[in-house]
């Protein structure tokens, strides 16, 4: 295994923060723009390495809102605070899961490709959950996200 580079992102206001790291270039990430009311509204543009790690931390916890929709399957994290959307995580029995907006980084990356329109509608939430296991990247707990 190579050595993973870290990426840091995060909110406007400074109350939540992740690092994503990872041993791919930002070239070689995957960038998705998924059609939901929600991630169009946001402007969000996901990515994920599943042999990456993404930390999430709530500097001021109380600034922390999560939000579910739809099939409920995993809390989409949003600062209170200025609005800004950071990433989403899922817990599966075999772990907890994750994505960030790649427009939260600081600074976003060089060379990050443009995203692939993507629609997850009409999935079961089986197979949303087995999707996102193979794609997003794990979550490393601290306890504060």
Not at 68 to 83: H, K, S, V, Y
Not at 110 to 137: H, K, L, N, T
Request: net charge neutral; hydrophobic share 30%.
């Amino acid at each position: 295994m190579g050595e993973r580079n870290s990426y840091p992102g995060g909110c406007h206001c400074g109350a939540l923060s992740f690092t994503f790291r990872t041993e791919r270039a930002p070239t070689e990430w995957t960038v998705r723009a998924c059609q939901c009311t929600f991630c169009r509204a946001h402007d969000a543009l996901s990515t994920s390495d599943p042999q990456g790690e993404i930390e999430f931390a709530a500097h001021r916890p109380e600034a922390l809102q999560r939000y579910q929709f739809g099939q409920r399957t995993a809390d989409f994290l949003l600062c209170r605070e200025c609005g800004v959307y950071l990433g989403a995580v899922m817990d599966l029995p075999e772990g907890r899961y994750g994505i960030v907006n790649v427009h939260a980084f600081k600074p976003v990356p060089e060379g990050v490709p443009g995203p692939a329109p993507m629609s997850y509608e009409g999935e079961s939430s089986a197979d949303r959950g087995a999707r996102r296991q193979q794609r997003w990247s794990p979550v490393k707990s601290t306890g504060r996200s």
